[in-house]
Nanobody, 123 residues
């Protein structure tokens, strides 16, 4: 199986930046795409961004220009760079991983999930 460990969540003031990381281990051969999601209190989990090992990226339209996703294939880690953070970005951010042959936008596209890391943006 695949294990995902997120890191980097913190309390930050509005306008600040954070970089989240997600390290994958275990059966790396089972995954092709890694994604980031977030869940704010009282809301459903929503797609943020995804990246394949080939470097193809997808980012939620309303986050482009502020959020960026990247990866380091050598150590199977993906990063979510978040700039100009806003209070509405406050959420638990989750990492996910899925195989080739699926999409990127739906939770069902991913088989593995991390525990999440809290991001809180104060106004």
């Amino acid at each position: 199986q695949v294990q995902l460990v997120e890191a980097g969540g913190a309390l930050v003031q509005a306008g600040g930046s954070l970089r989240l990381s997600c390290a994958a281990s275990g059966r790396i051969d089972l995954i092709y795409r890694m994604g980031w999601w977030r869940q704010a209190p009282g809301l459903e989990r929503e797609f943020v961004a995804a990246i394949t090992w080939d470097g193809d990226t997808d980012i939620r339209n309303f986050l482009t220009g502020r959020f960026f996703i990247s990866r380091v294939t050598a150590n199977h880690t993906t990063f979510l760079q978040m700039n100009n953070l806003k209070p509405e970005d406050t959420a638990v951010y989750f990492c996910s991983a899925g195989p080739a042959g699926r999409g990127f936008f739906w939770e069902r596209d991913y088989d593995y999930w991390g525990q999440g890391t809290q991001v809180t943006v104060s106004s």
